[in-house]
């Protein structure tokens, strides 16, 4: 069971576009969604989190909008970049019952392309 | 502060052989995890560490896995009697709370 799915697999986008990035995920229990962003050869690396109290957070240019009744949330990076070239996973948690281990549940990852 | 080191970065072995990797997290963080990463798809998680009580495993950690964390401090991950379905990145991470997940780049295990 795929607690948490992502789209697209892939994505090209040009300098100075936008990419988008979404995920949906089943369990409602889950109180925490960040983005990671991992480049070949590197564990992943926290770019941006957001809990479900508010619809939108933004840091630079990544913003992650969250759609509670949808269960939905996605990534968006704006004035994308070649150096944003990397996969992008969503993950969820549940802090509260969770037994406070903070473990991620990631979906399958989106590669991003940005040509210059 | 170096960040999560793991060792070694690549491994090669025979189907069958036993396997072990080290992980040494950032210093002060005393919450420490291990996930799977296989091609194409997200990490997954395997165990937790809270100082040295392992809290949590996966069913993913079938009995041929254990994992240990002596003194709170570095962790070693063993995969006995390995298989080809066991090739994959394996990801440690550290926090000293919450979700501040740092990941080390990661045990790349090949299995032929």
């Known amino acids: 069971q795929q607690q948490v799915k992502q789209s697209p697999q892939s994505l090209i986008v040009q300098k100075g576009g936008i990419s988008i990035i979404n995920c949906a995920y089943e369990?409602?229990?889950?109180?925490?969604f960040p983005w990671y962003q991992q480049f070949p050869g590197k564990g992943p690396a926290l770019l941006i989190a957001?809990?479900?109290?508010?619809s939108e957070k933004k840091e630079g240019r990544f913003t992650i909008s969250f759609n509670k009744s949808a269960k939905q949330f996605s990534l968006h990076i704006m004035d994308s970049q070649p150096g944003d070239s990397a996969t992008y996973f969503c993950?969820?948690?549940?802090?509260?019952?969770?037994?406070?281990?903070?473990?991620?549940?990631f979906g399958k990852g989106t590669l991003l392309t940005v040509n210059p | 502060d170096t960040g999560v080191s793991q060792d070694p970065r690549h491994k090669i072995t025979k189907r069958g052989q036993n396997v072990t990797f080290r992980c040494d997290p950032i210093?002060?963080?005393?919450?420490l995890y291990w996930y799977r990463q296989t091609l194409g798809q997200g990490p997954e998680f395997l165990t937790y560490?809270?100082?040295?009580?392992?809290?949590?495993k996966s069913r993913l950690l079938s009995d041929r896995f254990s994992a240990e964390r002596p003194k709170g401090s570095f962790s070693t991950l063993e995969i006995q009697r390995t298989e080809q379905g066991d090739s994959a990145m394996y990801l440690c991470?550290?926090?000293?709370?919450?979700?501040?997940?740092?990941f080390g780049s990661g045990t790349r295990l090949t299995v032929v």
């Open positions: 369990n409602t229990a889950f109180d925490y």
């Open positions: 957001i809990r479900p109290d508010v």
């Open positions: 210093s002060e963080h005393n919450r």
């Open positions: 991470a550290s926090s000293s709370r919450g979700y501040g997940y740092t």
């Open positions: 993950a969820a948690s549940m802090e509260k019952g969770g037994g406070s281990n903070y473990k991620l549940t």
């Open positions: 560490f809270q100082n040295e009580a392992q809290l949590e």
